[in-house]
Every structure is written in C-alpha cells, then in structure tokens.
C-alpha cells in the first residue's frame, strides 16, 4: 500500500497474459479505475505512466498505448512511452535495444520479461523525464496550476466523471497476504500453515487429502463487513476473490461456498495445471450477496467462506490458499464479475460463480 502522503507514483500497469491490447471497453476499466484512486490519494500526488512495448508481434496500432493514451490526456497525466523511446532504435538494429538484448527469453511467449539491461533502460527514460521536467520547471516554463485539476469535491465523490463505463467494482475493501490471513481464519481442520517450498518464502494454509480416510479438511474463513472501516452498512453485495497455489505438481482440488451473512453459489477450484510445467499464483472469484435472513444480529451479518479439500488423494492430494481480496461491487452488477481482475489467467476469474 502507498503512504497517504505520497507526491509522485508511477504507473507501470499491464496483466500478465499476452492479449493485453486496446480493448478500451473490457481491459482498460480496470486501469481507469486505479488511475482514480492514485489521483484521489491525499497528498495529491504526480501520477506518471509509463507504457511499455509489449513483443506480441501485433501491429503498432493496436498496442495498449494507443487507447491508454486517452485516459492520460482525460486525466491530464504525463506518460512515459518506452515503445517511442526504443522503437527508432529497433528499427535501425542498432546493438544493444534487439528483443534478445533486452528481454529474457522464455519457451511459451518468446523475449517477454525485461532482463537488467531492459529494466535500466526503462529506468533511464524514467531519469531523463525528471531532470527534463527539473529543467523545465527552473525556466519557468510551466506556470502554477493554482487550480488543481483533480479534487475531491465530498468525500467519496469526483469532480470528474469516468470516461470509460463504470466498473462493476465499486471499492476495494481487503487484500490479505499470508502473513495476514490467519486473522481472518475461523477454524482450520485439517488444514496447517505454513511454507512448502524449497526456500521456505511461500506461505499459507495446506491441506492434504486422502478420499479412503474419510477425514475431514475444512477451512473456514471469516469477516463481518460491518467491521470493515470503509464499508458501506448498506452494501448488499460484494466479491470474493479466493488466492490459491495452482501447479502441475501434487495439485488437487476443492469446493468453495458461503454461509451466515452471505450467499454465493458453490464451486468448484481444480488446482492442477496438465498443459505444461509451471506453478502460479490463480484466483477465483464469487460473488457474496448479503443474505436476507440474518438482520440485526452481528455473528449472523459475519460472512463465512467454506474451503474444503476433495482430493482424491495419491498423487494428486494437496490444497493450499494463500490469501484473498474483498471488493464491495455497484448493485446489480453482479453479472459481470468476470471484469473483476486480479491476474487474468484462464480457468480462473472468466469463469466465476454469480451466487
């Protein structure tokens, strides 16, 4: 999380999948949504994007740059463009700025990541913006803006409306890491916290399941809105985006479904990957409408979320959650919470249960 007396961020956004382009409609709601609340941040902060030159051999005019430029110029941001700053240089296959100079190479999307010498580059336009902008400010150049462009007329409210159609999200309310999510965990049966990886870094609740025992793995997550400092008391629906271990390794599966305060259809989290050899972070996502029948009584308002281990055990028995994001969503937008993004990997939030 930022400090609330932030005076500069930069915005280096972009999922992690390949067809991240300029479908202004879908996938940059989501990033006008962030640009939103860095803007509406306290210290009212220089918001500064820097838009990076994605290898995915589609055409220049159909790279993310082209629509997310309009957000900059709604919002009056400056942006750093990494595609002008190396594409000349590309073209000219001047050494040093080719693909495999500057990104590290991977078997399924080709040069994709930035190696050492990719990111200083990046950071190189990032420090030649600023001393640009040093320069320009010491000759007077820019005068004053004595009338901020972006403020917050009422708390919650905004001088400017959404120049994309609203996302279905209205506010984020939890993101619980590991380190956090025991707090939230009512009763854990079968379940043990804790690190399984060689270097010991990655932790969360793990189970083990065997179908002959018979034994129950039960994990029982836990929270009354009505504590959440943020939360709207009339809030009648919200999303649940459960984080867990998914890997072509020992990988099973689970059932996830919702009690007390909330409802949400049950489903079902398959954690095994069988195409090819990688294990990743994925969630999944539900909605938890507030339930009818439990006014008044704070342990029934108390939203309880049921992970169960149903492995068939052997080779394929583990279960493990890492942590989870609450986000409370606009009324009647239920429906599309396949907008509601965390990592946008296939099998995971496109298909999310609407309770």
Not at 12 to 26: K, L, Q, R
Not at 155 to 163: A, D, F, N, W, Y
Not at 266 to 290: D, E, K
Not at 295 to 313: D, F, H, I, L, Y
């Amino acid at each position: 999380m930022l400090p609330p007396e932030v005076d500069l961020v930069f915005l280096d956004y972009g999922p992690n999948v390949v067809n991240w382009s300029c479908d202004i409609t879908g996938q940059h709601q989501y990033y006008e949504q962030l640009i939103r609340r860095l803007l509406a941040y306290p210290g009212n902060p220089a918001v500064v994007a820097i838009e990076q030159l994605l290898p995915n051999k589609k055409p220049m005019y159909m790279y993310s740059e082209v629509t997310a430029s309009a957000l900059y110029r709604y919002y009056d941001m400056p942006y750093i463009s990494v595609s002008t700053g190396i594409y000349r240089l590309q073209a000219l296959n001047l050494s040093g700025f080719a693909e495999h100079e500057i990104r590290v190479p991977n078997r399924v999307w080709g040069f994709w990541h930035y190696n050492a010498r990719g990111h200083k580059l990046v950071l190189d336009m990032v420090v030649y913006m600023l001393q640009s902008a040093t320069a320009s400010n010491l000759a007077g150049i820019w005068p004053e803006q004595t009338d901020p462009f972006w403020v917050d007329e009422v708390p919650g409210g905004r001088t400017h409306t959404t120049l994309l159609p609203q996302h279905p999200v209205k506010q984020p309310l939890l993101c619980i890491m590991p380190d956090e999510l025991h707090t939230y965990v009512d009763s854990h049966e079968g379940w043990e916290f804790g690190a399984d990886d060689p270097n010991k870094r990655k932790y969360g609740y793990i189970s083990y399941h065997n179908e002959s025992s018979g034994a129950d793995n039960r994990l029982l997550i836990k929270w009354d809105p009505s504590a959440i400092a943020n939360a709207d008391a009339k809030s009648t629906s919200f999303v649940l985006i459960l984080v867990y271990l998914a890997s072509y390794s020992g990988m099973g599966k689970a059932t996830l479904s919702c009690s007390g305060g909330c409802t949400c259809g049950v489903q079902t989290i398959n954690a095994n990957i069988t195409n090819f050899s990688i294990s990743q972070v994925r969630p999944v996502s539900v909605n938890l409408v507030a339930s009818s029948q439990s006014p008044g009584s704070s342990a029934a308002a108390a939203c309880q979320v049921e992970v169960v281990n149903t492995s068939k055990g052997g080779k394929y028995s583990k279960f493990k959650v890492t942590g989870f994001v609450l986000a409370e969503m606009y009324p009647g937008r239920e429906k599309e919470i396949g907008k509601v993004a965390f990592m946008n990997h296939e099998g995971s939030v496109r298909k999310a249960t609407v309770g």
